[in-house]
């Protein structure tokens, strides 16, 4: 359902207008004055916006200016429902950003017609954001999967392809030379078993960069206060897990987003926040699961956008291709709040996770 606001001072206006629009289906709310307007946008996407101009303490061109200036508004359409017909008023409702005119008192097949037009073609235009976005976010993809592909192959060539070749020519040594004293034999297989080892590591490694066991054997509940343990091994910042007792079982690709988000975040933290704390909360609400990530760093200046190639950037296209969304803020005692979160689906089971 399409939202409308309709800000206009006169309340008689403002009923009329709701009479005129309220059999089109249309979500419609209702500003008594510019401030208001501006109060209700904070928390408010409209479709359209009806804006009366001759307003008390601040008019409607303003109104429209501060709208512009906003940048999660600034593509908002708006009409304006003016009295004034000349042209010095019609060149400065167009200069403050103003999308159509409508002239007061309003004809009723006048304003349906207009605002059906407007908000099909801001439906459109939104369509077509969307589908560049998504282009977008494709290449993106594609790109990380190969940079990801090249990483791997250079570190199976370049890495595990060099120490086999080092074992396998230790080896073929000791082919040649099976006269070799007892203790040099020993140690020269010590040594060999050792390079076999650090291979195996590396291997192991690999394969959970790829794909993190703990997730299937363990599930999402695990597999976070693993790796957040040995993170803290790792670099020695503390961190402090809260997780609902009540985690339901999540899909799979729940679970492997909000763990992806949960390595790529804790990097971040690790290379730019500065922090000496981090804490990381997993709680369910009725509409969605959360993963929160704070620390207590110097805030968000400035985070590094393409860790490992994804970064918060990919963090948020992973979040989107499931529906999920990204939302990074200050922490108003310092440090970064990093929140992801996904829609609870109507399949998903309350059965809590292993422990």
Not at 121 to 130: G, I
Not at 203 to 222: C, H, M, N, V, Y
Not at 255 to 284: F, G, I, M, P
Request: with cysteine; charged share 25%.
């Amino acid at each position: 359902m399409s939202k409308i606001l309709i800000v206009d001072d006169d309340p008689t206006a403002r009923e009329t207008m709701v009479a005129l629009l309220e059999s089109e289906n249309y979500e419609l709310d209702l500003a008594t004055d510019g401030i208001h307007a501006l109060q209700l946008l904070e928390n408010l996407q409209p479709d359209l916006i009806l804006l009366d101009v001759m307003m008390p303490g601040m008019d409607g061109f303003e109104v429209c200016r501060r709208i512009r200036a906003t940048p999660q508004l600034a593509e908002v359409p708006i009409i304006l429902l003016t009295a004034l017909d000349d042209r010095a008023s019609l060149m400065q409702g167009i200069e403050s950003g103003a999308d159509d005119f409508l002239h007061k008192p309003v004809d009723r097949q006048e304003i349906v017609a207009r605002v059906r037009t407007i908000i099909r073609l801001n439906r459109y235009r939104t369509l077509l954001e969307q589908r560049e976005n998504l282009k977008d976010m494709a290449d993106r993809l594609v790109t990380a999967q190969e940079q990801e592909r090249l990483r791997i192959s250079r570190e199976l060539h370049d890495d595990l392809g060099q120490a086999l070749t080092t074992h396998m020519l230790a080896l073929r040594n000791f082919q040649n030379d099976l006269a070799l004293p007892v203790t040099e034999l020993f140690a020269g297989l010590q040594a060999l078993y050792d390079q076999s080892h650090e291979i195996a590591i590396k291997i192991r490694r690999l394969a959970q960069d790829l794909r993190p066991p703990i997730l299937d054997a363990l599930g999402l509940r695990q597999a976070v206060q693993t790796y957040c343990g040995k993170f803290t091994e790792r670099t020695q910042l503390p961190v402090i897990v809260e997780i609902e007792q009540d985690l339901p079982a999540l899909p799979d690709v729940y679970n492997v987003t909000l763990y992806r988000v949960l390595q790529e975040a804790l990097t971040n933290v690790a290379k730019h926040a500065q922090a000496s704390r981090v804490w990381v909360d997993l709680s369910v609400d009725e509409d969605s699961i959360n993963l929160v990530i704070q620390d207590n760093g110097h805030g968000r200046s400035p985070r590094d956008n393409h860790t490992n190639g994804i970064g918060l950037t990919g963090m948020n296209e992973r979040l989107s291709l499931v529906g999920g969304k990204l939302l990074l803020r200050s922490a108003s005692e310092g440090g970064t709040i990093l929140t992801a979160s996904l829609p609870m689906r109507t399949n998903t089971s309350h059965e809590s996770e292993t422990a």
